[in-house]
């Protein structure tokens, strides 16, 4: 007999020992990286064992008529594994392969849950299928013995839980992804195509020819020969060894350009096989991106965001595993994924082993998720061949969140500033003056902005960005939140830097989504006071090139009128910048902002929950018991926004056959789910009460706007809110 794996519609068959045999050599394959090949290849041939049952064999036959999941197959080959190795190893593969189309399981209790349990035991404790007739096709000889990172052992010591959980997570995605790579090229007839673009080699010498013919290393006078300083000190630290980076450079230096070179140094001389590059916002991620395909080409960068837009179809079959030489995405993918148990999510997290990666604006990394945050860094860098680097203007204090002593005795995790004298980059690049001027109200706010020819404020609250925009006449007057969908903000940046190069009114009221690494330039800046290193970021959009003296190009920090609720997310920073800029004359200094993160980052916590990871999520995985990790749990708690929002989809001209789809049921392809991200905002609760009756549900979280005047392109979705903060959207 012959047994079956797939099936497609003109009856032609995959062999279920072919597929079995593609999904190990490719598992095993992707696990050479972290060298757990072994494991790889072991949980590849197991995977779909229960495949081998009669029942099943009748069913993909169309012999049997059942629903799809009718005849469990996973769980029979996560028995197998158990059974074959009854420790952390077994453990380890099981939670792999029954895993492996649910998406990662709570481990659950092995005397208590049976197999009813949603559970990896309730999987465990399971009746399955006869699956027995695998023995006649395979043989299993090579089971794991071990993990071969530092930090892994069978017997757990203090901090491995965490790491051996990580370790599962990484297997997991080394098999989900080949398991969909064979199906796919099984389904296609190996005609998808997936270029994974130039080698590193390739790309490097495309940089060196760019920094060339652009003179960004020979600059001799003032400011370029600053930025020329800082560049060659990235390329001279890149070819060093150490694991563990801070670049502190002020806004204008030129990180971006140098953070890259150094990146694609060190991934040379080291063989390192990517670049990602994690950047905070969706706003940002676009300028970044155009940036790196002018150097390296179309088909070398990999834009990994949820509503990136891709043309070109290798491009978006890369987007789903991240096999490409550049990676940029964002903070919210990037560690959401590491703590996602959806396999959708955690195909990729392979492919960020053995990889430089970048972490731009690394003082945004939201504080009640920074330690679970860190530790994902950490055990890319300890255990899977990373080098990481903390980039940003406003470098927060985060070694010590770093661990010290590691489990294995090894010297404990040092960050290792790349640039010598970051004190003398921020007195070259200073380029503004802070002033504080107290409480104002909107309509002083709104006279003292018309007094200006060009000049952008930012506010905390999306109410009054809108507020204060209504109360602004006359041309070149643009507003931008995150009630605006993501192609009119994009529209509006790019009339506004029109009207910046070009001489011309130009009066923005913004929310912080233009505060960090938007490439806009204006001679004056109101800024809402909040965290302090928010209002250097804001500084960071004024004088940008340097043209006027700092002493003329002021950041005017104001207070917002009482009617205007601090958002709950700034309210600590808030707090700690008043305290450590009281009688300063100069708060963007480098001692200011030191004390700054020092005082945000100490914690006074009586509680069992650290205000640093407000969920306990390392603790979880760290304090669980006999390895049962709370994968599914943890999946649905962890979020980087902290934020219980419902998404509105803004139907537009392209969008009939969307909403047909959505009205009649019908599933949506994945470029059509990207055009409702680009499409849509996010909004609370309470406003969602207030516009009821004018949107159509489509599922728990998302809704359909049905009536057109409730949109407006330069406003947004028109819903009054009392409370909601710009911090939290990204």
Same mark, same amino acid.
């Given at each position: 007999m012959e047994y079956i794996a797939h099936r497609k519609e003109n009856g032609n068959d995959q062999l279920l020992l072919d597929h079995l045999t593609g999904v190990a050599n490719m598992a095993e394959y992707f696990a050479a990286d972290f060298r757990a090949e072994d494991f790889g290849r072991c949980v590849g041939m197991l995977h779909d064992i229960g495949k081998y049952s009669n029942r099943f064999q009748r069913y993909i036959r169309g012999e049997e008529k059942l629903k799809r999941g009718d005849v469990d197959h996973s769980s029979a080959g996560a028995i197998e594994a158990y059974h074959m190795s009854a420790n952390a190893i077994g453990l380890i593969m099981s939670y792999c392969i029954s895993g492996h189309h649910s998406g990662l399981l709570d481990g659950g209790s092995k005397y208590d849950d049976n197999e009813s349990a949603a559970t990896l035991w309730g999987r465990l404790n399971k009746e399955v299928e006869d699956y027995s007739s695998y023995t006649n096709e395979i043989q299993i000889s090579d089971k794991p013995q071990k993990p071969h990172i530092s930090l892994i052992t069978e017997s757990i010591n203090e901090k491995g839980n965490f790491s051996l959980s990580f370790f599962i997570r990484m297997v997991f995605s080394c098999l989900v992804d080949a398991d969909f790579l064979d199906t796919e090229k099984y389904m296609t007839d190996g005609m998808q195509d997936r270029d994974a673009g130039e080698d590193i080699h390739s790309l490097k010498k495309k940089l060196d020819s760019f920094l060339n013919k652009n003179g960004y290393l020979k600059g001799k006078k003032g400011i370029n020969k600053y930025r020329s300083d800082i560049l060659k000190e990235c390329i001279e630290e890149g070819k060093g060894d150490e694991k563990f980076y801070t670049l502190t450079v002020p806004t204008g230096g030129g990180k971006t350009i140098s953070s890259l070179a150094f990146a694609l140094e060190r991934a040379e001389k080291a063989s390192k096989k990517r670049v990602i590059y994690v950047i905070p916002y969706c706003s940002i991620i676009e300028q970044t991106v155009d940036i790196f395909r002018h150097i390296f080409g179309e088909n070398n960068v990999l834009a990994a965001y949820s509503n990136a837009d891709y043309d070109d179809e290798n491009l978006r079959l890369s987007a789903d595993n991240w096999n490409k030489p550049i990676v940029v995405t964002t903070s919210v993918q990037f560690f959401e994924s590491f703590y996602s148990n959806r396999t959708s999510a955690c195909r990729k997290l392979h492919n960020v082993a053995d990889s430089v990666i970048i972490f731009d604006e690394a003082q945004l990394l939201p504080e009640f998720r920074l330690k679970p945050c860190i530790r994902v860094i950490e055990e890319l860098g300890v255990n899977y061949g990373c080098v990481a680097v903390l980039c940003t203007a406003t470098q927060p204090s985060l070694n010590q969140f770093f661990e010290k002593v590691l489990i294995n005795r090894k010297p404990g995790i040092i960050l290792k500033e790349i640039c010598a004298d970051t004190k003398e980059l921020f007195t070259v690049f200073r380029r503004v003056s802070f002033n504080k001027i107290g409480k104002i109200s909107d309509d002083e706010l709104a006279e003292k902005l018309e007094d200006h020819e060009q000049v952008l404020c930012i506010v905390s609250t999306r109410k009054q960005a809108a507020n204060l925009f209504k109360l602004l006449d006359g041309d070149g007057i643009y507003h931008l939140s995150t009630l605006m969908t993501a192609e009119h903000r994009r529209r509006t940046l790019k009339d506004v830097r029109s009207r910046?190069?070009?001489?011309? #009114?130009?009066? $923005?009221?913004? @929310?912080?989504?233009? /505060?960090? %690494?938007?490439? $806009?330039?204006? *001679?004056?800046? &109101? !800024?809402? /006071? @909040?965290?302090?290193?928010?209002?250097?970021?804001?500084?960071? +959009?004024?004088? #940008?090139?340097? %043209? =006027?003296?700092?002493? #003329?190009?002021?950041? &005017?920090?104001?207070?917002?009128?009482?009617? &205007? !609720? @601090? *958002? +709950? =997310?700034?309210? +600590? *920073?808030?707090?700690v910048e008043q305290m450590v800029t009281n009688g300063e004359d100069d708060i963007s200094s480098t001692d200011i902002i030191r004390k700054y993160f020092d005082t945000l980052h100490t914690i006074e916590d009586s509680g069992q929950k650290s205000g640093l990871d407000a969920d306990d999520i390392v603790g979880s995985f760290e304090n669980a018991e006999k390895l049962s990790y709370p994968f599914d749990t943890i999946g649905r708690k962890f979020r980087m926004i902290d934020s219980d929002t419902y998404s509105v989809f803004i139907p537009d001209e392209r969008s009939d056959n969307i909403v047909w789809k959505l009205e009649n049921d019908i599933m949506l392809t994945p470029d059509e789910y990207r055009h409702i991200g680009r499409c849509s905002v996010n909004i609370y609760e309470n406003e969602l009460n207030k516009i009821r009756n004018y949107v159509d549900q489509i599922d728990d979280r998302s809704f359909i706007l049905m009536d057109s005047d409730l949109y407006d392109e330069r406003m947004g979705l028109i819903c009054d809110d009392d409370r909601s903060g710009e911090a939290i959207f990204f």
């Open positions: 910046l190069q070009n001489n011309k #009114r130009c009066i $923005v009221v913004s @929310t912080s989504l233009i /505060e960090a %690494g938007v490439d $806009v330039d204006f *001679p004056c800046v &109101y !800024k809402a /006071e @909040t965290g302090l290193d928010s209002i250097i970021q804001a500084g960071g +959009r004024c004088n #940008r090139e340097g %043209g =006027m003296d700092a002493d #003329r190009s002021i950041v &005017y920090v104001f207070e917002p009128e009482d009617k &205007y !609720k @601090t *958002p +709950r =997310m700034l309210k +600590r *920073p808030l707090e």
